[in-house]
């Protein structure tokens, strides 16, 4: 089998494309549509575990110093 070799997209026709119907979730990457893995239930737990008691202390800090919690 072959690979296939998909042509670049600019990142204004990434944003018109109708994700939704997709059915999955991509990512503009170096001018390619790439599929992004799932979450899984147990994922999602563990980050609500892990964030529940940091959130108060992060909630504390001043405004020049905002920390960001990404999953």
Do not use: W
């Not at 026709?13 to 239930?41: C, I, P, T, W």
């Amino acid at each position: 089998m072959v690979a296939r070799r998909y042509e670049q997209m600019t990142v204004e026709n990434f944003l018109a494309l109708d994700r939704e119907k997709l059915g999955q979730k991509y990512e503009f990457r170096n001018g390619h549509m790439v599929a992004m893995a799932g979450v899984s239930n147990n994922h999602t737990l563990m980050i609500g575990n892990v964030y529940a008691p940091i959130t108060p202390s992060l909630k504390k800090r001043p405004v020049c110093c905002i920390c960001r919690r990404y999953s």
